[in-house]
């Protein structure tokens, strides 16, 4: 008997944050996927015809069915599967909240790593400078919304902000080691106490890639550097 196929297949790469995001989401609903290695250097015909408008990863296809972008996808697979564990709260303006914080969080942090991967020196400096008040301002926003959510211990539910945040902000120490120490618990306790609570959870720790591999793979992309691992 043939074994029967996903109906949930993802394409992306092991190192893209943006995808992790969409594996933990799919762990967290307990929906079976099949996943597909994109070589994001050579892009492939199946990646360019379910993305034909901005060819990037990830992609989740659902019964032949495409949907972009990790946000969007996050929701859908929310809606798709909703009987299982809810990551969008159920209240209209809570849900609002958390889309604002999500994509402050894609739209402002993320971005901020650029430059101080960019830069040197002083400019660096400014650069570490700029993205810890970014995340001072996600921080307070944070506490302010959502009080008691950076209180978090592994036997709780992830939620959309957990899988947004964890999935990157969990790979810090690799950022730290590659380019620069630019994240440090000391600016925004609070915001990284919760990282780290985050990275305890085991879904977490399955989806977050080999902190070696990342670190060399980010040495090669930024820096030209090449390392066996």
């Keep these: 008997m043939e074994e029967q196929k996903s109906e949930a297949v993802l394409i992306g790469t092991w ?9 933990l989401a799919l762990k ?6 099949e996943f597909i290695e994109e070589d994001l250097s050579n ?9 034909p408008v901005h ?30 564990p809810k990551l969008l709260p159920e209240d209209p303006y809570e849900r609002a909240k958390v889309r604002f914080w999500a994509n402050f969080y ?3 942090i993320m971005p901020a790593t650029l430059p101080i991967i960019m830069s040197k020196g002083r400019e660096q400096e400014k650069a570490i400078d700029d993205m810890n008040e970014l995340l001072r301002e996600f921080e307070d926003g944070m506490k302010r919304d959502f009080p008691g959510k950076f209180d978090f211990d592994d036997s709780q539910n992830l939620g959309f902000l957990d899988i947004v945040v964890a999935t990157y902000a969990g790979n810090y120490k690799a950022f730290n080691e590659a380019v620069a120490v630019a ?3 000391e600016k ?7 990282v780290n609570a985050l990275k305890e959870h085991p879904l977490i720790k399955e989806t977050l890639p080999p902190h ?6 980010m040495r090669e992309k930024f820096y030209g550097q090449t390392t066996n691992v």
């Design 15 to 23: 190192r893209s944050p943006y995808c992790q995001r969409v594996e």
């Design 188 to 194: 925004t306790p609070q915001f990284w106490s919760w």
């Design 55 to 84: 060819k990037k990863v990830p992609v989740l296809v659902h019964k032949g069915k495409p949907i972009a972008e990790s946000l969007v996808i996050l929701e859908y697979i929310d809606e798709q599967w909703g009987d299982s």
């Design 28 to 33: 967290v609903k307990g929906i079976p996927y």
């Design 106 to 108: 894609d739209q402002k």
């Design 183 to 185: 994240m440090s618990p």
């Design 43 to 51: 892009k492939s015909e199946l990646l360019l015809s379910y993305n």
């Design 212 to 217: 070696d591999k990342l670190v060399a793979k």
